[in-house]
């Protein structure tokens, strides 16, 4: 067997990133932990994911001039996440009503219903919705 089982996201702060992605996106806190950086400075280490999901986040606050600037700009300002819901309406007005950005208005196309929104750091994700 192999799968991903974390993705990091650089984020500014924890507290606000977990409340974003609980409170808004509706994932679960699967940890929030002490830690120290390679260097032995204090650090958390942060994981949340969405409900029944194998696959998580990592949200690592940013660490230094280099990873900050990284804020936000992970995948070089393209959609480089992709949560997909079953039901993309109930989804998305959720969201929106949490106070997600929404960067785009949602379209169909032929892998299904589709919204582009930022994440706490302004990444830039798709809400995708079945085909």
Known sequence: MMHVELVAIVVEDYDAAIRFFVDALGFELIEDSP???????PKRWVTVRPPGATTGILLARADGEYQTV???NQVAGRVGFFLRVDDFDSAYDRMASAGVEFVTEPRTETYGRVAVFLDIAGNRWDLLGTP
């Open 70 to 72: 990284a804020v936000g």
């Open 35 to 41: 830690a120290a950086t390679n260097e032995g400075r």
